[in-house]
């Protein structure tokens, strides 16, 4: 039952002893402060990266050719290795483990695209029906490049944002024509992905088919760039397609497999498990931190009850010898710690969150920082943490009272 006796009590204890219940409290709540900014910032951190990994799929393993830095066979060094479109076909066709495969190809020169009046100079992409998947492009509007468009050698385009903006000018843009380096292109898409930070807003690129621009650009069967998704495989398995892919280019290209320049790859799956890995450890010595100055404040809490004991062992004498029980001995002390550590544990909980909500609102996101947070069952298990660790701040305390003997305390001087 609510012993209202006991709480007034309390409160006269405490408003007596303002001073030092201040700053015991002070130091809860510092310390749940803490541990509340220290994980909000971790995952703003952990938030950032995540949104970068999101640019494109993280099952990905992107291969670029380069030149050879070992002899092999009686040929020299420094021979360049240009990726093929066979490439592409024997990978898709023969690596089992293989889920989305695109070859990709920029288009430096010859860039001006135009729509009536209006011009601008964008990058151009040559890309196969699976990069949209790759990339993780959101489309707003079409549609994306489809097989369909391969196979008939289309002239069609899927466009950025920027693009049409650029362009356009407000006036709708599918079916229409625009002119890629003098050529008519379909618009058939407009899209949006996350690269390059707000939503892609600022991307000034548009996609068109590859065996399309191999026809009008002339550029017979080379690829630049490779990129295969590896489904659900483990960084273990991901490795092993990895290189039985690269051990099938030199093969083809005829250079050592173990030169490391001559093709180039990036393995996301394993970067990404790499990152996580670094992000658990931080998350744990965060909360080893927090945790320890959370502690820092209940073993502050514990003295001062022992100090609150040490001044009232007289009276708490004279209550034993009217007949108190230990018990009510027990939960007067610990319900003045639990009040304590739950009233500044609370303030330092609100003060956190708060500062986490203003920097979030304030600050804007970045490729470094973003979005920190802490979610509500953070917030439940750290205010159920102070709880119990209010308790047993105030159990010793409280055992000690207890304990006292009523002719003992009455002599106390």
Same mark, same amino acid.
């Given at each position: 039952m609510f012993?209202?006796?006991? %709480?007034?009590? +309390?409160?006269?204890? $405490?408003?007596?002893?303002?001073?030092?219940?201040?700053?015991?409290?002070?130091?809860?709540?510092w310390g749940i402060f803490m541990l509340i900014?220290?994980?909000?910032?971790?995952?703003?951190?952990?938030? *950032?990266? !995540?949104?970068?990994?999101?640019?494109?799929?993280?099952?990905? +393993? %992107?291969? %670029?050719?380069n030149q050879t830095s070992m002899p092999y066979k009686?040929?020299?060094?420094? !021979?360049?290795i240009n990726l093929e479109i066979e490439d592409y076909d024997l990978i898709k066709n023969t690596v089992d483990g293989v889920d989305k495969i695109s070859g990709r190809n920029f288009i430096w020169?010859?860039?001006?695209?135009?729509?009536?009046?209006?011009?601008?100079?964008?990058?151009?992409?040559?890309?196969?029906?699976?990069?949209?998947?790759?990339?993780? &492009?959101?489309?707003?509007?079409?549609?994306? +490049?489809?097989d369909l468009d391969l196979e008939k050698f289309r002239k069609v385009a899927c466009i950025s944002k920027v693009v049409k903006e650029s362009l356009f000018k407000g006036e709708p843009c599918l079916n229409k024509y625009i002119k890629v380096a003098g050529i008519p292109f379909l618009v058939v898409g407009v899209y949006t992905d996350q690269e390059n930070g707000d939503n892609g807003n600022n991307l000034r690129q548009l996609y068109v088919p590859f065996t399309t *621009? @191999?026809?009008?650009?002339?550029? #017979?069967?080379?690829? @630049?760039?490779?990129?295969?998704? =590896?489904? @659900?495989?483990? =960084?273990?398995?991901?490795?092993?397609?990895?290189?039985?892919?690269?051990?099938?280019? *030199?093969?083809?290209?005829?250079?050592?497999?173990?030169? @490391?320049?001559?093709?180039? /790859? %990036?393995?996301?799956?394993?970067?990404?498990?790499?990152?996580m890995d670094l992000f658990a450890g931080i998350r744990l010595f965060i909360w080893i931190i927090g945790i320890g100055t959370i502690i820092a404040g209940i073993?502050?809490?514990?003295? &001062?009850?022992? &100090? =609150?004991? #040490?001044? !009232?062992?007289?009276? $708490?004498?004279?209550? #034993?010898?009217?007949?108190?029980?230990p018990w009510s001995i027990i939960s007067l002390i610990l319900q003045e710690s639990v009040l304590i550590t739950?009233?500044?544990?609370? +303030?330092?909980?609100?003060?956190?969150?708060?500062?986490?909500?203003?920097?979030?609102?304030? /600050?804007?996101?970045?490729?470094?920082?973003?979005?920190?947070?802490?979610d509500f069952m953070l917030a439940v298990s750290a205010t159920i943490l102070l709880i119990v660790a209010g308790t047993l701040a105030g159990f010793v305390p409280a055992r000690r009272a207890a304990a006292i003997k009523p002719v003992e305390a009455l002599r106390d001087e």
């Open positions: 012993d209202i006796d006991k %709480w007034q009590e +309390i409160f006269s204890t $405490i408003q007596k002893n303002k001073m030092r219940t201040f700053l015991t409290g002070f130091s809860v709540a900014i220290l994980l909000g910032s971790g995952n703003g951190l952990e938030n *950032a990266v !995540r949104y970068q990994f999101n640019s494109s799929a993280v099952n990905t +393993i %992107w291969m %670029w050719s009686g040929m020299k060094s420094g !021979r360049p020169q010859n860039s001006t695209i135009s729509y009536k009046k209006e011009f601008g100079s964008f990058d151009i992409m040559t890309v196969h029906p699976d990069y949209g998947k790759i990339e993780q &492009i959101q489309l707003l509007e079409g549609r994306y +490049i489809n *621009a @191999q026809k009008v650009f002339n550029m #017979k069967n080379r690829v @630049q760039t490779i990129a295969f998704t =590896v489904g @659900q495989s483990t =960084v273990d398995e991901s490795k092993a397609i990895q290189d039985k892919v690269k051990n099938m280019m *030199a093969a083809r290209h005829k250079f050592d497999p173990q030169d @490391q320049r001559a093709v180039q /790859m %990036w393995n996301a799956v394993e970067e990404y498990k790499k990152v073993v502050g809490v514990s003295n &001062i009850m022992l &100090i =609150v004991v #040490k001044e !009232r062992t007289k009276e $708490i004498g004279v209550r #034993k010898a009217l007949g108190a029980t739950g009233f500044a544990g609370y +303030i330092g909980l609100v003060l956190g969150i708060g500062v986490l909500e203003l920097i979030s609102k304030y /600050m804007p996101p970045s490729d470094f920082f973003r979005n920190p947070e802490a």
